[in-house]
Each structure stands twice: as structure tokens, then as C-alpha cells.
């Protein structure tokens, strides 16, 4: 079973950055496609953004494109979300999922695409 951990989350005021990264237990990462999604108070986890296992194909919400970026690294087993003109809206425990795909497959927008999960970080963006 594929284990993700989560990390980069914090505090930050809006308009600044943080970058979160997505690392993974195992060498054969680049057999995933990757998800991040995240998930406020009383509010349902929602997607943010979504990598294939090569990086050739990415997806993003339409509430974060142009500020969110995400990218990765198979070599270090890890996938980032950089972050930038953070606004309080962002505010949420984001995590990352994968799934294991053929190589020319897109990634997803959908939950139940992703069967590995990680435990979430928390991102909080002050007014």
C-alpha cells in the first residue's frame, strides 16, 4: 500500500507562497498519478490540482489556476504544490492521494479515483 505524507503546511498572510510537498514510501512513485485536494471547516474535501505519472499532464481547479503550480519529482518520490497569491479562501487541511496508472493516462479530478491518501497539512492564509 502506497503511503503519502504531507508537509509545507502553516500560517501565512494573504498574498504570500508556501510550497507543499507529497512524499511518497515507495521507489516505484512514478507508477502514480497524483492528486491534492483540500478540505475546510464543514466543507467537502474539494479537488485543487493533479499530476500523471510523467508530469506531462496537469490539472488544476479553476480557483487556483495561475497561482497554484504542481510538479514533480520521481526521483525523490515526491510531488509539490506551490502556492502563491495565497488568500484566506485557500484556508484548509490539503492533502495529496495517488493511484496507480498506465503511463498515458490523465490524472483526476474525482475522490474516488485515488485509493492511497495521506493524512493532510494544514494551511492557513490571515487577512
Known amino acids: 500500500q502506497l503511503q503519502l505524507v504531507e508537509s509545507g503546511g502553516g500560517l501565512v498572510q494573504a498574498g504570500g507562497s508556501l510550497r507543499l510537498s507529497c512524499a511518497a514510501s515507495?521507489?516505484?512513485?512514478?507508477?502514480?498519478?497524483v492528486g491534492w485536494f483540500r478540505q475546510a471547516p464543514g466543507q467537502e474535501r474539494e479537488f485543487v490540482s493533479a499530476?500523471?505519472?510523467?508530469?506531462?499532464?496537469?490539472l488544476y481547479a479553476d480557483s487556483v489556476k495561475g497561482r497554484f503550480t504542481i510538479s514533480r519529482d520521481n526521483a525523490k518520490n515526491t510531488v509539490y504544490l506551490q502556492m502563491n497569491s495565497l488568500k484566506p479562501d485557500d484556508s484548509a487541511v490539503y492533502y495529496c492521494?495517488?493511484?496507480?496508472?498506465?503511463?498515458?493516462?490523465?490524472?483526476?479530478?474525482?475522490?474516488?479515483?485515488?485509493?492511497?491518501w495521506g493524512q493532510g497539512t494544514q494551511v492557513t492564509v490571515s487577512s
Open positions: 515507495r521507489r516505484t512513485f512514478n507508477d502514480y498519478a
Open positions: 499530476i500523471s505519472r510523467s508530469g506531462s499532464i496537469t
Open positions: 492521494a495517488g493511484r496507480r496508472t498506465i503511463l498515458t493516462a490523465s490524472p483526476s479530478v474525482e475522490r474516488g479515483f485515488y485509493d492511497a
